[in-house]
């Protein structure tokens, strides 16, 4: 189901413990051939694909990419990438660097152009001049390699900037909201401290609470574990096991492929910008298809 | 022979009280010139990195014009020139205000925002990239990012070069004598010419210059350890708490 978590913080007053009751009783029936009133992607009907749901996630189409290609000046970055991403599915994108990872999750809220294709987002094609670019950014959450904090905000100034700016919360509101997703990402102690004075991992983990604050429905992580530590890592994919296990859709560009194993419900190989292998983590990593497949898994697995 | 320094002149009859006005006029002729110039600085330097090519090519075009043209002439064109092509009622309101004041304010404030802007730009610029997309990505809009997060953090990184062109600003604004603006440089000379002590009147105003300079210098010193970001390295001392 669909950001339980998350949503259950902003239904006001309601105790964490509760989530998981109110979550019960949203709960979308798989053979339900329509989305629930309220429901992200809601009355979109003619994104419901056919066939079998497969268990943990909807049919209902949240991201599709058709013939997608893009150029930086001559370098040809994304190749024919046709992909679609359903509601509370979560794909792990892995490949060799500049094989154009960042860019596939990068042209998704737009932080680039594409050059070819169309790119619909939540039933809103990208390329159509009057979607409101702004509003579609703030339904789709993103973690960076990096970070990214303010530097000169808080934590908790940091995750309730776009709550406050951008939904137009009140400050006490989005204040409360903050407080609960730094205690839900373990550092609820860190409120009132800038970047600079907290560790990789507990940076990262403020951009995950600042991202989840403005209540996406789309998270997507471009190697959010890259720039850390070992002993850091998995203070960071723990939490991004929980948000799998809520129901959130995401799109993790990672080489961690513990966590790929545990919660993908689909990897994607991309080489040269093009998808090369997609399967589920079983296939995929029992017997990958395509050569590049293998010796590519063979660098990252055997050390 | 020897010079007789004579100091008491600065302050017996009429002078003390000129150097007094000097001073004044000084002080509000560049505070209301800096108030402009960082507003244009702003305005015009937050354009020249705006991600759409026509307001980038405006405010290079501002910046361009008005920073290569010397200060002086400036001062003769908003001062003899502009005024004549004024309207009625902008050539009234500007003779019952004093003519001289206002078109040294327009000179100062137009050279110095162009300056101040590449200041900025540069300040801008050295805001990693990132942070903008961090911004946009959450659903701020473009003008929101520039607001919250580029312009805050880039004012932070720039306060050494604007103090040294907010000192800039004031010394220059002796230039104002030329159109017959009565601030420090000119009632120095005019101190000069009365008592015909070249000497103290003109050491009087050059120390006076020293003392608002430094004291320009030492509070933006204080306002930039005030907005220093806790936790990152300034002046090469990791701060506390
Ligand atoms: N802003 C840019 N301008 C020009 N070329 C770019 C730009 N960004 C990326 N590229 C190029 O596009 C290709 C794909 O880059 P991308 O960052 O998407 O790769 P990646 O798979 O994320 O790699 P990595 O694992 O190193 O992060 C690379 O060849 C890169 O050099
Ligand atoms: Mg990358």
Known sequence: MLGYFVNSLFQAQQPAECSLLVAEQVRFPPDVPFAPKGFPGAGLLDFVVDGPT????????????????????????LRDVDLKVRAGEVVVVCGPSGSGKSTLIRCINKLEP??????????????????????????????????????HMTALQNITLAPVKVRKLSREEAERIARKLLAKVGIPEKADHYPAQLSGGQQQRVAIARALAMQPKIMLFDEPTSALDPEMISEVLDVMVELAKE????????????FAKKVAHRIIFMDEGRIVEEGGPEEFFANPKEERTRSFLNKILVH | MTYDLQWNILWTGENGRWLLEGIWTTIRLSALSWIFACGLGVLSGALRTAPFRPLR????????????????????????????????????????????????VVALSVYHGARMSEVIRAGIQSVPKTLFEASVATGLSVGQAYRLILIPIALRLIIPPATNESLNLLKNSSLALTIGVAELTFMTRQVETYTARAFEALTAGTLIYLVLCLTIASVMAQVERALRIPGLIARGVRSES
């Open chain 1, 247 to 258: 129901g959130m859709t995401m799109i993790v560009v990672t080489h961690e492929m513990g």
């Open chain 1, 114 to 151: 594409i050059g070819q294709g169309e790119i619909i987002v939540d039933g809103r094609s990208l390329s159509n001049p009057t979607t409101d670019l702004t509003a579609l950014r703030a339904e789709i959450g993103m973690v960076f390699q990096q970070f990214n904090l303010y530097p």
């Open chain 2, 57 to 104: 090519a405006l405010a290079t075009c501002y910046v361009e014009f008005f920073r290569n043209v010397p200060l002086l002439v400036w001062l003769f064109f908003w001062y003899f020139g502009a005024p004549q092509v004024l309207p009625r009622a902008g050539q009234d309101w500007l003779n019952l205000h004093g003519p001289e004041f206002w078109s040294a």
């Open chain 1, 54 to 77: 497969k268990q943990g996630y909807q049919d209902i189409v949240m991201i599709t990419f058709r013939q997608v290609n893009k150029w930086f000046g001559a370098t040809h970055v």
